[in-house]
Nanobody, 126 residues
Framework: QVQLVESGGGLVQAGGSLRLSCAAS????????MAWFRRAPGKEREFVAL???????QYADSVKGRFTISRDNAKNTVYLRLKSLKPEDTAVYYC????????????????????WGQGTQVTVSS
């Protein structure tokens, strides 16, 4: 079966950085749009970043300039580099894959994705 497994989360002080990884198995993701979402306790899941099959990227305004999404198709893995972290970045971060072409507006909606990981916790302390 297709699985997405996130890793790299943890506890970090404000201003610090982390690199999250999403390793896919059971499917080659080279032609998929891959995205990161996050969900804070009691809040809706929100879009963070996307990287398309052509390496185009899209970011939420709240993380633009601080987070960077990338992919290594040879490793079937997607990454999210989080820099200049703020306490408000605290959330469970999920990766997702869209197997069908989606538009930039659709990319921001969780319903556009076919596969999801279980998430990795990022906690940013003051």
């Amino acid at each position: 079966q297709v699985q997405l497994v996130e890793s790299g989360g943890g506890l970090v002080q404000a201003g610090g950085s982390l690199r999250l990884s999403c390793a896919a198995s059971g499917r080659t993701i080279s032609s998929d749009a891959m995205a990161w979402f996050r969900r804070a306790p009691g809040k809706e899941r929100e879009f963070v970043a996307l990287i398309g099959w052509s390496a185009s990227t899209q970011y939420a305004d709240s993380v633009k300039g601080r987070f960077t999404i990338s992919r290594d198709n040879a490793k079937n893995t997607v990454y999210l580099r989080l820099k200049s972290l703020k306490p408000e970045d605290t959330a469970v971060y999920y990766c997702a894959a869209a197997t069908w072409a989606i538009t930039p507006p659709q990319a921001m909606g969780a319903g556009s994705y076919d596969y999801w990981g279980q998430g990795t916790q990022v906690t940013v302390s003051s």
